[in-house]
């Protein structure tokens, strides 16, 4: 039998003993997960961020897998915990939207409240819920415990209002959704939205950079050129060769991106 796999994205960074400290305590209750960390540099308090950091790693785990996304602004507040069984997986987290895109690819098939106080520990911290609450309902669901298990129907549950991009005619309007650390500018335009306008020379421009053209990989471009191209998840990045597009450009989350039909 596989052993069971606990995936951990959080804000919390390495500097401090949190990250740390919330395996530690899945050990302690399931000590054959494996553990393993998608990302803990998630901008502090950044819920968009978590949540779309999330939706490019899940796919990419064996069934079975118990996500624990701890991003969490809202700690120690009257904002829930839940847990969902989604897909082939399983997910804890704050009631605050970082499931969002995840949910919207796979609707839940179950969203409980974390009410049940014995898959807790015994005293939860205003500060450290990570530790307290959601590290131990992970490691309860991988060690095999019901979801129904851990407490009653959530109900509604709250999602993010993401961009999603606009579609007409003879141009899209999108815009960037993520910067990566090495600088390119992730879009909310996927590889589909862009062929609806297939078949036409096309003019992108993104803040008020025109780009020359769409590449197949980085090493396409010459170096330092500004370019676009379809990333890892299969949206259109803009990037450059070999440096930042977001430094080279001046850009961050949120900078418009239209593509038209050339005239």
Known sequence: MARPVIALLTDFGTRDHYAGTMKGVALGICPDATL??????IPAHDVVAGALELAAAYRYFPAGTVFLAVVDP???????????????????APDNGVLTVVLDEHPPKRVVELTERKYARPTV???FEG?????????WLA????????????GTIARLDLP??????????????????????????????FEKL?????????????????????????????CALFGSTDHLEIAANGASAAEELGLGRGAPVHIARRA
């Open 36 to 41: 393993v960390d998608i990302s803990h540099e």
């Open 74 to 92: 809202g700690v120690g507040s009257t904002r829930r915990g839940i847990a969902a069984d989604a897909g082939e997986y399983k997910f804890v």
């Open 125 to 127: 911290s205003r500060t």
């Open 131 to 139: 530790r307290d609450r959601f590290a131990p309902a992970a490691a």
């Open 143 to 154: 060690k095999g415990i019901e979801l129904t298990a851990m407490g009653r129907p959530a």
């Open 164 to 193: 999603h991009p606009r579609v007409a005619e003879d141009e899209i309007e999108g815009q960037v959704l993520r910067v990566d650390r090495f600088g390119n500018l992730i879009t909310n335009i996927d590889r589909k939205t």
């Open 198 to 226: 297939s078949g036409a020379p096309l003019d992108i421009q993104v803040g008020s950079r025109q780009v020359s053209k769409v590449v197949s990989t980085y090493a396409d471009a010459a170096a330092g050129d500004v």
